[in-house]
């Protein structure tokens, strides 16, 4: 069998930068156990498999896949998969608004104006699930108590993959972090399903931020949509964003690891938090074949 695939860098408008995702647009046929190894074979955080549409709402059935299992829903697939559609002309180069169908259900997309557009996903609804305790949320990414951001709880929220939420006082204490694995798998005993850690600190542009996803085989994810329409949500609660109608702000992520990622987001602040875009730009490097 021969599968042609694509690879994009997403949430970046440099090539090797962002986060990297190989997309196969023709996918039809293929189980899941195959798209597993085809997944763990190429071992970037996700890749994502295209197959003709299964609901008349959407413009494609996609399925994501991390190098260890499959995913309900994750950003820069989706915003990667959709630019890879729009280049190959599987939705029309010029269409501006569409639907990705994923296990989350369907995902709204809508594509700026422009040759180097941005392309948003409308976060699907985000729910908050707990608070923890500082000291070990503190310690599962080997900080201290005192490094936390004053008055801010540490809290999990979830659009469909579980996060939990540290906010730190400054940039420097963001590179500082890195995972204790016995500390985090102790924060964590009590969960039911897989738990990332985002971390982050306010700044004038909106946060910078790091995620670590050891739970789900990912030890750090350079830019994550999926915990940044939660992130929004988590930031303005604490009156750390601004919630007002047509409030845009970026995170900045992946920098420590030298793969900066910007990823953009806009509160529609009339429907709270299940009003959140988040977009970004994709930058093609890699076109191939996988044969097996």
Same mark, same amino acid.
Request: aromatic share 8%; hydrophobic share 35%.
């Given at each position: 069998m021969e599968l042609g695939y694509r690879v994009v860098d997403v949430f970046t408008q440099t090539p090797l930068e962002g986060n990297p995702l190989a997309v196969f647009d023709r996918a039809d046929g293929l189980d899941a156990a195959t798209m597993q190894r085809i997944a763990r074979e190429l071992n970037l955080s996700e890749t994502t498999f295209v197959f003709s549409p299964e609901l008349r709402e959407s413009a494609a059935r996609v399925r994501i896949f991390t190098p260890t299992h499959e995913m309900t829903f994750a950003g820069h697939p989706t915003i990667g998969t959709a630019w890879v559609m729009r280049d190959l002309g599987i939705v029309p180069p010029d269409a501006r608004e569409f639907a990705l169908h994923e296990n989350v259900g369907l995902v709204p997309i809508r594509v700026d104006e422009g040759p180097d557009p941005l392309i948003w996903l409308r976060t699907p609804p985000i729910a908050k699930l707990r608070a923890y305790d500082p000291a070990p949320c503190a310690a599962a990414v080997g900080l201290r108590p005192e490094d936390l951001l004053e008055g801010v709880p540490? #809290?999990?929220? $979830?659009? /469909?993959?579980?996060?939990?939420?540290?906010?730190?006082?400054?940039?420097?204490?963001?590179?500082?972090?890195?995972?204790?694995?016995?500390?985090? #798998?102790?924060?964590?005993?009590? !969960?039911?399903?897989?738990?990332?850690?985002?971390?982050?600190?306010?700044?004038? #542009? /909106?946060?910078?931020?790091?995620?670590?996803?050891? !739970?789900? %085989?990912?030890?750090?994810?350079?830019? $994550? %949509?999926?915990?940044? %329409?939660?992130l929004a949500a988590f930031m303005m609660e604490h009156a750390l964003a601004p919630h007002a109608h047509g409030t845009r702000f970026i995170s900045e992520q992946g920098t420590k690891m030298g793969r900066r990622s910007i990823l953009h987001v806009y509160v529609d602040g009339e429907r709270g938090a299940n009003g959140i875009d988040v977009g970004g730009h994709v930058v093609p490097v890699i076109t191939a074949a996988m044969r097996f």
């Open positions: 540490c #809290e999990s929220f $979830t659009a /469909g993959n579980p996060n939990v939420y540290v906010a730190v006082r400054d940039r420097e204490t963001v590179d500082r972090a890195k995972t204790d694995s016995v500390a985090l #798998e102790r924060l964590l005993a009590d !969960e039911s399903e897989p738990h990332c850690i985002f971390i982050f600190a306010p700044t004038r #542009e /909106g946060a910078y931020s790091r995620m670590f996803a050891d !739970e789900v %085989g990912i030890v750090e994810d350079p830019a $994550t %949509g999926s915990a940044t %329409g939660p």
